[in-house]
């Protein structure tokens, strides 16, 4: 199964993204990404998938999404086996970002 991260259902609701949908060949997480002026992206919130095809997934932000921003979703192995997703500064070598040849699965949600 190749991952891969659907969003035609896809909605930004208040602090959520509802609607989403996902395959992946091993359990990871889907994570909210603000890829703002360059820096690299911080993360917004994020859920854990299974492996195989997930459906209709509502992920929750920390505080309220703008539409209007360069927001995305972004899929994450698990990598170290302690069901927490533990990417980020400092922490780049764990739980890293689920890759299609040499670019990150993700979707951009901007303008939505």
Sequence with gaps: MVPEIN???AKIEGNMITGVAVKMDRPGYLVIHNDGAGAPPS??????????????????????LDP????SLMLHYETNDNTTYDFGPGATDV???????????????GGM
């Design 43 to 64: 993360s917004l919130g994020h859920i854990a998938v299974s492996e195989g095809l997930n459906s209709n997934i509502t992920i929750t932000a920390d505080a309220p």
């Design 7 to 9: 969003i035609g259902s």
């Design 95 to 109: 739980d890293t970002p689920v890759l299609a040849g040499e670019s990150a699965v993700s979707v951009s949600m």
């Design 68 to 71: 209007a921003t360069n927001i």
